[in-house]
C-alpha cells in the first residue's frame, strides 16, 4: 500500500502538463469566441467609380528615382481631402 500512495504524484506530472496546455491554448486561441469574417460579414459589392486620366508619360529606365518620392522624408504625413 505505500508504494501506491506515491503512484498519483507520477501521474499528476503529466496530468498537470496537459491541463496547463489546454488553458493557455483556449486562453490564447479562444476559437469559440472568435469571429470568423467570412462567415459572419455581409459584404455588398458596388460599382467602381472614378476615373483614369493620364497626368504623364515616363519611356525607358535612365531615370534612378521617381520624381517627387519621399526617401528622405518618410515621416512626411499624407494630407487628407477635405
Wanted: glycine share 10%; charged share 30%; proline share 2%.
Amino acid at each position: 500500500m505505500s508504494d501506491d500512495s506515491g503512484l498519483w504524484l507520477l501521474a499528476a506530472g503529466p496530468a498537470g502538463a496537459t491541463a496547463l496546455y489546454w488553458a493557455l491554448y483556449r486562453y490564447y486561441r479562444n476559437t469559440d469566441k472568435s469571429h470568423a469574417f467570412e462567415r459572419d460579414t455581409a459584404i455588398e459589392a458596388k460599382p467602381v467609380t472614378g476615373s483614369d486620366t493620364q497626368v504623364g508619360e515616363t519611356r525607358g529606365t535612365q531615370q534612378r528615382r521617381i520624381d517627387g518620392d519621399n526617401v528622405g522624408d518618410y515621416r512626411q504625413r499624407v494630407k487628407r481631402l477635405r
